[in-house]
């Protein structure tokens, strides 16, 4: 690997907000890192190194609060681990090289494999960090449109949410969320705050929001197979077993309707289906479900009940919903059931934000495209169907290890570690060496980056501006911020947008000596402008810059409160937002379906065919044995997925990876409290120490995921020290849940033994 790299001088590009009496510099900075968007204070000593960071109060979004995470972005910028300098594979190692060098590299692999094989042999894998990206996401476009279809973590994590939203409102983006700020009944379902801050939930502290919601008379009621964190800010606890998310609220609409607890409220002409609805629950009574899901039928009557009768209440159901066996209709049923009490689309209710600069992502809607169509084509090896333009992510490994016509030759990762975050991991790891050209856009050699033969580094979080996107799509209120740069990136860098830009290009068949990166993009930013029914050639004139800032005006001008380039005078423009460097606020959520709901019926779709058509799997599923153990994953408020272990301050203290379970299933097991336990599924095997807590219910154990950083060639020095077990060895690839193809990494069936 060669040396250690050597970090450049530092060079301030942010505006200073304070100079403090000490001579301190204070520079503003939202935190990338999750849906809160904390707003932080970045205090740089004499060097201009972050000496501390804290919490902005005067932030109109945050107002103070912040997770140890944040804390962090001095230190993951001046990681010694950390990639700035493109990296070349010679032989088992890597040797640093110049962007020119890099480039070329990457386009004499480029065409090897397009001339050998063509486009189909290529494709990507796309990680959630892009989401949180200033640029990565904007410009992602002119890259990923270049691969006959890509893979990406929302097939492990959020896929079946992405799926009912494109069937029962028109875009696959515009994902409904709680108005946990003004709720008096909440239900939390597969969801834990207290890791993960909100997850399709922006909300600074969501936490807060639980305990206000109780301090107010309300209701919390946590559903869940664990008792997490969360449970501390909640009322109740009611352990599930996993996987049987879709019953249970089958069984609250069964109650519902039974009882006469139903109304569409203000949405009565706006839902489509809703007749059809009755007669597909009648079967799956309280009774019927209780011994499968583990809740009793006292229980599921009591929260029918009490949840249709609270004026402003709201199911939240995330990602143990989504990356379950029945996922989508889960993730359907929680819409649904929130729909049919008249908590969609209200105060209090389960309701969609209002941007400041609306969304790329929710411009494509179905009343222009078509209804969304699935198994337009199938993968190659499995068979397994198109689901919104992509296949399960455990398919790549065989894509690539298995010759024939379109075997799988160029791999380009674009922030992503599938090596250890996708199931049946280990395939994938065999597979990845067997690769013609892989090309990572990324900031640190990992267990995934370790095979490319070319490395682009990515930027650190303090080396670009900030503001973000999709997340204000579902946030409490309509605020927009803008963060600076702190520092300069290195003399002859490229931007993310700029890497992603010339990698289509070279993918396209163009070459870096005709590569014309401002010629490209005022041919992306036209097309955005025609978007909006724009003319280019009044708009482009306007700028004299080219980049992701002017695709940002063009969204806030052309927003709900922009001023449409001059039609409204007083109107917000960029420029106006930073002058505000605390943030606009604009209000809470209002209802809004008439705006969002782009169907080609105009109506909510409450109950499509292609969800409908797995429920008689469901019922196949419920008469089938269901004893022994199953395994659930978890995460932790310090963890990141798998990129925030090199963070020493992060991972010290005692071992967090560790099998959890429930001390009755220890006694069964043969395994003690402080023992390593060797858990096998039918995907593989591994030994972890053996962490004995009634937090889980019975029945139940739970790994965290993103761990295991003890491959040979990772260059994770700290993350190596507390290394863990990759708990996607035990995740089986082919189980999925079947409409969406997401991958079920809860409730996998394992066995549990003494090491």
Not at 116 to 136: K, Q
Not at 226 to 248: K, Q, S, Y
Not at 717 to 725: C, P, Y
Request: with cysteine; charged share 20%; glycine share 10%.
């Amino acid at each position: 690997m060669g040396s250690t790299p050597v970090a450049p001088p530092r060079r301030i590009v942010g505006r200073v907000h304070e100079v403090r009496h000490d001579g301190t510099r204070v520079h503003l900075r939202t935190c990338p890192l999750c849906e809160c968007m904390c707003g932080l204070e970045l205090h740089l000593d004499d060097d201009d190194t972050v000496s501390l960071i804290r919490p902005f109060r005067d932030d109109v979004w945050s107002q103070g609060y912040i997770c140890p995470k944040g804390t962090t972005l001095g230190r993951l910028h001046e990681d010694p681990d950390r990639v700035r300098t493109p990296l070349i594979r010679e032989g088992d190692t890597f040797r640093e090289a110049t962007w020119d060098e890099a480039f070329a590299r990457c386009e004499e692999l480029i065409d090897g494999v397009l001339d050998r094989y063509g486009a189909a042999a290529t494709t990507a894998f796309v990680g959630n960090p892009v989401g949180h990206s200033f640029s990565l996401g904007r410009y992602g476009a002119l890259l990923f449109s270049k691969f006959p279809h890509i893979y990406s973590s929302g097939t492990v994590d959020q896929w079946p949410k992405n799926v009912t939203c494109a069937l029962m409102y028109g875009n696959m983006w515009k994902i409904p969320t709680p108005d946990v700020r003004r709720t008096d009944y909440l239900v939390v379902m597969g969801g834990n705050p207290q890791a993960s801050g909100g997850s399709l939930l922006a909300c600074p502290d969501v936490l807060g929001e639980l305990d206000a919601i109780k301090e107010r008379g309300g209701q919390v009621v946590v559903i869940d197979p664990r008792r997490t964190g969360t449970v501390d800010h909640a009322t109740e606890w009611v352990p599930i077993r996993p996987g049987t998310d879709a019953a249970f609220l089958l069984a609250v609409l069964h109650v519902l309707f039974a009882d006469g607890l139903v109304t569409l409220g203000g949405l009565a002409d706006k839902v489509a289906g809703f007749d059809a609805l009755a007669p597909l629950v009648e079967e799956f009574t309280p009774e019927s479900v209780d011994a499968w899901t583990g809740v009793p039928a006292g229980t599921i009557r009591r929260i029918a009940h009490d949840f249709a009768t609270t004026p402003r209440a709201a199911v939240y159901g995330r990602i143990g919903l989504c990356n379950q066996e029945f996922g989508t209709l889960a993730s359907w049923l929680v819409d649904v059931v929130n729909i049919v009490t008249g908590h969609f689309d209200v105060e209090g209710g389960l309701m969609w934000g209002t941007p400041v600069s609306a969304p790329l992502a929710w411009m494509n809607n179905t009343d222009v495209t078509g209804p969304p169509t699935f198994g337009r084509w199938r993968s190659r090896v499995r068979g397994a169907p198109e689901v919104l333009g992509q296949v399960p992510a455990s398919c790549l490994a065989e894509e690539i290890a298995t010759p024939g016509d379109g075997q799988i030759r160029l791999l380009v990762t674009v922030a992503a570690n599938p090596a250890i975050s996708v199931p049946d991991s280990d395939r994938l790891e065999e597979a990845l060496p067997l690769l013609d050209c892989m090309i990572a856009v990324d900031n640190y050699v990992n267990e995934t980056t370790r095979f490319a033969h070319v490395i682009l580094p990515g930027v650190s979080p303090l080396e670009s501006p900030h503001l973000d996107e999709l997340m204000w799509g579902w946030a409490m209120r309509s605020a927009i911020k803008w963060s600076d740069a702190l520092y300069a990136l290195p003399d002859g860098a490229s931007d993310e947008w700029e890497i992603e830009a010339r990698l289509g290009w070279l993918l396209g068949g163009g070459s870096n000596a005709d590569f014309d990166l401002a010629a490209l993009d005022d041919g992306w930013f036209s097309a955005l402008c025609r978007m909006y029914g724009l003319d280019p050639a009044e708009i482009l004139p306007r700028y004299d810059h080219i980049g992701p800032e002017r695709m940002i005006d063009l969204t806030i001008r052309m927003g709900p409160w922009g001023d449409r380039y001059g039609e409204v005078p007083d109107g917000l423009t960029l420029a106006k937002v930073k002058e505000h460097p605390e943030g606009l606020d604009f209000g809470p959520m209002v209802p809004r379906a008439d705006a969002m709901v782009r169907t080609p019926s105009g109506k909510i779709e409450l109950v499509p065919d292609h969800l409908v058509s797995d429920l008689p799997r469901l019922r196949t599923r419920l008469a089938e044995p269901h004893d022994g153990l199953v395994l659930v994953s978890r995460r932790h408020l310090r963890s990141k997925n798998s990129w925030m272990h090199n963070v020493k301050v992060l991972v010290k203290g005692r071992d967090r990876c560790t099998l959890i379970i429930h001390p009755d299933d220890a006694v069964a097991a043969g395994v003690v409290d402080g023992s390593r336990a060797r858990v096998t599924s039918e995907a593989g095997s591994i030994e972890v120490p053996v962490e004995v807590s009634d937090e889980m219910m019975p029945g139940v154990v739970s790994l965290p995921h993103g761990w295991g950083h003890d491959r040979p060639g990772a260059r994770l020095s700290v993350a190596r020290e507390h290394a863990g077990v990759n708990s996607n060895i035990l995740a089986p690839g082919g189980f999925v849940d079947v409409l969406s193809g997401n991958a079920a990494v809860n409730g996998i069936p394992v066995e549990v033994v003494p090491a």
